[in-house]
């Protein structure tokens, strides 16, 4: 079992920086894919990106690209999202998720979520 706790969100200009952490616990996560989604009130989660575990190669939704970097330290059993130039946009609640397999299409599979951590971008 793997517990997923997220932390880092709050309250930030546009054009300032963020960055969320997902320190896992319970199991180590260094042979799982790791995931950061959003969901913005009254909308759908988005996927935002994600990092192998096989070479730390990295996949962006097209709204974060080159504003946003994913990372692992396995060491720390951490994921973090690094979020620059930020956008009200982006504003939503941030969910952090690890699973065996890559499919960003079947998250109803992920063996595990944290609980989240709100991000609020306003002026």
């Known amino acids: 079992q793997v517990q997923l706790v997220e932390s880092g969100g709050g309250l930030a200009q546009p054009g300032g920086s963020l960055r969320l952490s997902c320190a896992a616990s319970?199991?180590?996560?260094?042979?799982?894919?790791m995931y950061w989604f959003r969901q913005a009130p009254g909308k759908e989660r988005e996927f935002v990106a994600a990092i192998s575990w096989i070479d730390s190669s990295t996949d962006y939704a097209d709204s974060v690209k080159g504003r946003f970097t994913i990372s692992r330290d396995n060491a720390k059993n951490t994921v973090y999202l690094q979020m620059n130039t930020l956008k009200p946009e982006d504003t939503a609640v941030y969910y952090c998720a690890a699973d065996r397999i890559y499919d960003i299409r079947r998250t109803d599979l992920y063996d595990y979520w944290g609980q989240g951590t709100q991000v609020t971008v306003s002026s």
């Open positions: 319970g199991r180590t996560i260094s042979m799982y894919y």
